[in-house]
DNA sequence: CAGCTGACAGATTTCAATATCTGTCACTCC
DNA sequence: GGAGTGACAGATATTGAAATCTGTCAGCTG
C-alpha cells in the first residue's frame, strides 16, 4: 500500500501538506488529503502532528522562515554601509513578499489565511525580522551614520511603517503602478529621520 | 400605515440604514429591514438609492466623512507650528480611529466589512486625508519647518507610513499595550525626516 | 401627477439532513 | 515492540429544497 519505502518524517508529511494546501486551498485541505498524498493512512500523520492546527503551525512556520532566512545575509554584508543595508533589506522584503504574492497568489492568498489565527507565529516571526533590522540600525548607531535613542525602537518603527510594502492585508495593493515610488518615499524619509542629529 | 408624518429624505434613509445595520451587521441587514425602519415599503427606498449597494456606498461615504470633517479643523490652525499640526492631525486621526473602533467595536466592524469592495469610496477619502496632510506639510515647507521636494508625496508617504495606526485591518492590535510609544516612534521618525534638511 | 405601494421573477440565503473529517486507540505486522 | 493501521464517536462541512431578499413596475392615493 505505502507508495515509497521512504520512512515517514516530519518533514515529508510538511512537503505533502504544502502541496495539499496549495491544490485544494486553506478550506478544502484535510489531514486525510495528506495522509493519502503520502500514501499512508491518517492516523500516521497524528503520529508526527498532535492535531491538525499544529500541522498547520508548523508549515506555516516553516513558510515564514524560508523569508527570514533570506534576509539574514544582508544583516552582515559588512562591505556595505549600514544605510545601503537598510535599503537593501527592506527592499529585498519588499521584492520576497511582492514575489511570493505576484508567482503564486492562490497558495500566498492560502498562507494569508492560515496566518491569521496563529498569533505566537506571527509574533515570532516579526520578532525575528525586528531583531535583523535592529542590527542593522544599532550597526549604524555604532558607526555614527544613524543618530537614534534606541536601536530597538527604531527598528520596530521602521517596521511598522513599512508594514505597507510587506504586510499580506496589503498584497492587492503591490502591483499597482506607481508602488515602487510609495516604497522609495517612505524609505526616504524614515532613512532620513534615522540620519538627522537628535 | 407610516409612522410619521415627515417626508421621506436621503438622509432620513441613511439614518435608519445605519441603525439596521448597527442592529443587524452587515450580513443580514437588508433592504426591507431599512423600509421597516422607517415605516414605508421597500420600494420606496428604491425610489432614493438605485441599488442595494449604492445605499451601503452612500451610509458608509458618510461615515467616512465624519471623521475627515473633524480633521479638517486641525489643518488650518494657524495659531501651531506645522510641525505641531501634524503630530496634533496623526493623533487626532489614530485618536479618532481607535475611539470608533472602541466605543462600538461592531459597528466599526460593519463599516470595516463594507469598506472593502467600495474602491471608490475609499479612494476618494484617502485622496482627503492626504490632501490636508499635504496642505500642513506644504505650510511646513514654506515656512521652513520642513525641507522636501514635494509636499504631495511626502504626504502620501506619512500616511502611508503611519497605516497602522488608522487603518481598520490594524484595529485589533490599537488596544495593545505599548501601542501609544510604538505610535510615537513612527511619528518622531517620520517628523524628523521632513525636517532634516535635504 | 408625484410619491408610494405591493405582487412578482430571479438571485441569494437559510436550514436540516447527509456526508466527511478530526482525533483516539486497540490492534497488526514487520 | 514501535511504526503504522483503520474503525469509531463527536465535530464540522456539504448539499439541495424552502424561505427570503433584490430590484421592477403597473397601479393606487392624496
Known amino acids: 500500500m505505502p507508495s515509497t519505502t521512504e520512512t515517514l518524517t516530519a518533514e515529508r508529511i510538511l ?24 500514501g499512508v493512512s491518517h492516523g500516521s500523520v497524528y503520529r508526527h502532528f498532535r492535531t491538525k492546527a499544529a500541522l498547520r503551525e508548523a508549515v506555516t512556520k516553516r513558510w515564514l522562515d524560508r523569508t527570514s532566512e533570506r534576509l539574514a545575509g544582508i544583516v552582515t554584508a559588512e562591505d556595505r554601509s549600514p544605510e545601503q543595508r537598510l535599503r537593501d533589506w527592506l527592499a529585498a522584503l519588499f521584492e520576497a513578499k511582492r514575489h511570493k504574492a505576484g508567482d503564486d497568489p492562490e497558495l ?7 496566518v491569521d489565527g496563529l498569533g505566537g507565529v506571527v509574533h515570532d516571526h516579526i520578532a525575528d525580522l525586528t531583531g535583523q533590522l535592529t542590527r542593522i540600525i544599532a550597526a549604524g548607531a555604532e558607526s555614527g551614520d544613524f543618530t537614534v535613542p534606541d536601536p530597538a525602537t527604531a527598528a520596530r518603527a521602521v517596521f511598522h511603517a513599512t508594514g505597507r510594502f510587506h504586510d499580506p492585508g496589503y ?28
Chains 1, 2 share one sequence.
Do not use: S
Open 15 to 38: 512537503e505533502a501538506t504544502e502541496e495539499v494546501l496549495r491544490r485544494h486551498g486553506p478550506a478544502k485541505a484535510t489531514v486525510v488529503d495528506v495522509a493519502r498524498a503520502l
Open 171 to 198: 498584497a492587492r495593493e503591490w502591483t499597482e503602478p506607481g508602488i515602487e515610488e510609495e516604497f522609495e518615499a517612505v524609505v526616504g524619509l524614515l532613512v532620513r529621520g534615522l540620519r538627522a542629529a537628535g
Open 108 to 114: 500566498f492568498a492560502t498562507y494569508t489565511v492560515l
